[in-house]
Structure formats: C-alpha cells, structure tokens
C-alpha cells in the first residue's frame, strides 16, 4: 500500500531497457532516467545501479538528490 518508485539509469541495458532484472530473474518496472525528474509523491525511492548515476550518462548530484529525498521524508 506504500507509493513506491524505482529507478533506472538510462544507461543501464544489461539485462533489460525498462526493467530491473535480477540474477534470479525476478523483475519490475523501472522509471528510465538520465536526469532526475525532480519531485516525487512516493514514499519509498529505490535506485537501482547507483554507480551508473554518475557523469556522462547522468546529469546532477545522486548523493546530493539522495540527500534531498530523505530530509523530505522519502526512504
């Protein structure tokens, strides 16, 4: 019942291009960014491959983005 998003880095087509796939093979949907989209309503933030969030492939801070979710109360 929690408001849930997850993410993507653009760049990441290793196993699927709008997917987090596990080794498993377990999935789920994932929102495909290259910048952050600034404001969410989810309560919960899952980024998936952090070290991809970074420069050419990401525009902005992750740490400081990360920094930002969570004084606004967003795990």
Partial sequence: GKRVQVFKSAYDT????TE???HDGLQTTANIIADWPGHTS?????IDEIQFFVAPHFTGDIVAIIGSLLLDGID
């Fill in 14 to 17: 290793r196993y699927a291009t």
């Fill in 20 to 22: 987090i796939v596990s």
């Fill in 42 to 46: 989810a309560e919960h933030v899952f």
